[in-house]
Nanobody, 128 residues
Framework: EVQLQASGGGLVQPGGSLTLSCAASGFIVEEYVIGWFRQAPGQEREIVSCISANGRSTYYDDSVKGRFTVSKDNAKNTVYLLMNSLKHEDTALYYC?????????????????????WGQGTLVTVSS
């Protein structure tokens, strides 16, 4: 069974850093695209970042470009999202997801409708 478990969220001050983890089971991270999404209170879910199956291509939303970094640790079957220079507007529930159609294609999937399996999410709160 495909499972995705996001963790690492918490309370952080503006300008601080936080690393989120997405532990996968039931599939091999190296074979599938992984996306990071977030949903702030009262707002629509939006894509934050994604990384291709082979880890060689990445995508970042303009709002986080230059501040966030997505990576894969294939040995641990885990995907990470390093968040630097955090802002109040980064406060949201963060999810990781994968797309069935994104298997071994080396492509970036930057649209929410392309993703099929979702984790439960981890809450990030940026506040002083």
């Amino acid at each position: 069974e495909v499972q995705l478990q996001a963790s690492g969220g918490g309370l952080v001050q503006p300008g601080g850093s936080l690393t989120l983890s997405c532990a996968a089971s039931g599939f091999i991270v190296e074979e599938y695209v992984i996306g990071w999404f977030r949903q702030a209170p009262g707002q629509e879910r939006e894509i934050v970042s994604c990384i291709s199956a082979n880890g060689r291509s990445t995508y970042y939303d303009d709002s986080v470009k230059g501040r966030f970094t997505v990576s894969k640790d294939n040995a641990k079957n885990t995907v990470y999202l390093l968040m630097n220079s955090l802002k109040h507007e980064d406060t949201a529930l963060y999810y990781c997801a994968t797309a069935k159609s994104g298997r071994n294609d080396g492509r970036i999937y930057d649209e929410e409708h392309q993703y099929d399996w979702w984790g439960q999410g981890t809450l990030v709160t940026v506040s002083s």
